[in-house]
């Protein structure tokens, strides 16, 4: 069952007029929603699983109002009585006057409403990718980058201050030499040159003991474009797949960035973060939260966030779904294409908060810029 409570919250934080009566509307249209997303889905839900899914949500409603309640009666707290002041002379109501009513009521209600329509597709969309293996396994081909003839073999690939100079392109195989005759020729080794170039990565972790030196664990990226089958049928679509590892944290991140075939679905492309953490089974190495990504131009600039939602499909795995307003769009491709450094914000289930950055280089920006093409955005 998807976790429904974080986005009511997000909803709900959104009211100015933050009443029983504005939620139960908030609550009435979520739940509309999501009974018209469930019973769009095909093939069709079995009823056990469809009555399920809004269970879980009047649970997360519940939830939703004990919290808020809880708040109101706290803040409704008898304060202690004040002196009392001078009387004064009342002053007479105007005839014939209106009442003052804020504008904002509606506003911030349509606000809410506007995001249950875009959180509810989402969420669902979620739901049915919670058996997907967090690796992926629909993979069809997988074109890797084409790599230039490696520097020097002593020159470092990552250097160990992250924010130094770009990681160098390399990789390649060097050119064979000519093997004296032989009465057996040797087995044929797999070209070097297939190999993706692996780009600077970084997980920075608070330090509570010292929060102005926070924990720096080097890793690296790996980025390709791959090709899935979307479904029987229906021709190959493109993808591009970036592998995160950063070992001495025992943390992995399998991103995948596609564009948004599911109509019902208001984002444009959806970005899939897998983790796998290690070792397995201690609970407090889980990712628990994930914000939508930040890009930047280098890795000393502030970071800019895509318009999108996050959506948390399961432990270690989320949905985001980039925002498919016109305004969104452009700024969204900006981002994605032309800012070298990605950062993405986490809490881990201990409550430690992290962030996760990586370079996209010269690898990662030429298997972005075919995406995009393959997409019909030049």
């Given at each position: 069952m998807a976790d429904y409570y974080p986005l009511l919250a997000r909803a709900l934080d959104g009211l100015s007029d933050n009443t029983p009566d504005t939620r139960?509307?908030?609550?009435d249209r979520a739940r509309a929603a999501l009974t018209s997303?469930?019973?769009?889905v095909q093939p069709p839900l079995a009823d056990e699983e469809l009555a399920r899914e809004i269970a879980s949500l009047d649970e997360a409603i519940s939830r939703a109002e004990r919290a808020y309640s809880a708040s109101e009666r706290s803040a409704a707290a008898?304060?202690?009585?004040?002196?009392p002041e001078p009387a004064v002379e009342p002053v007479r109501p105007r005839v014939g006057g209106t009442p003052i009513r804020s504008p904002r009521r509606g506003r911030s209600l349509l606000t809410a409403f506007g995001l249950?329509?875009?959180?509810?597709?989402l969420a669902v969309a979620a739901w049915l990718w919670?058996?997907?293996?967090?690796?992926?396994?629909?993979?069809?081909?997988?074109?890797?980058?084409?790599?230039?003839?490696?520097?020097?073999?002593?020159?470092?690939k990552f250097p160990e201050r992250v924010g130094g100079e770009p990681a160098p392109e390399s990789g390649g195989a060097a050119k064979p030499t000519q093997a004296p005759p032989a009465s057996k020729p040797p087995a044929a080794a797999a070209p070097a040159a297939e190999v993706p170039v692996a780009q600077k990565a970084a997980l920075v972790e608070e330090n509570t003991q010292d929060p102005?030196?926070?924990?720096?664990?080097?890793?690296?990226?790996?980025?390709?474009?791959?090709a899935f089958n979307p479904g029987q049928g229906q021709p190959l679509e493109t993808a591009v797949r970036a592998t995160v590892e950063i070992p001495?944290?025992?943390?992995?991140?399998?991103?995948?960035?596609?564009?948004?075939?599911d109509k019902s679905l208001p984002a444009s492309h959806t970005m899939e973060l897998a983790f796998t953490?290690?070792?397995?089974?201690?609970?407090?190495k889980m990712v628990r939260d994930v914000n939508p990504p930040l890009f930047r131009a280098d890795d000393s600039a502030r970071g800019l966030p895509v318009a999108a939602l996050s959506v948390p499909v399961k432990e270690n795995l989320f949905l985001i779904g980039l925002s498919d307003l016109r305004g969104d769009l452009e700024r969204n491709a900006e981002l994605i294409r032309n800012r070298n450094w990605i950062e993405v914000p986490l809490r881990f289930a201990s409550g430690t908060r992290a962030t996760l950055v990586f370079e996209k280089g010269v690898g990662g920006n030429r298997v972005i810029e075919e995406a995009y093409k393959a997409w019909g955005q030049p």
């Open positions: 139960a509307l908030v609550f997303q469930l019973r769009a008898p304060l202690p009585p004040e002196p249950v329509a875009v959180i509810v597709p919670r058996d997907k293996p967090a690796a992926p396994s629909e993979v069809a081909t997988s074109r890797p980058v084409e790599t230039q003839p490696a520097p020097a073999p002593s020159e470092p102005q030196q926070p924990k720096v664990t080097s890793g690296r990226a790996l980025w390709r474009l791959d001495d944290a025992g943390l992995v991140l399998h991103l995948t960035l596609r564009k948004n075939l953490t290690s070792p397995a089974g201690d609970t407090n």
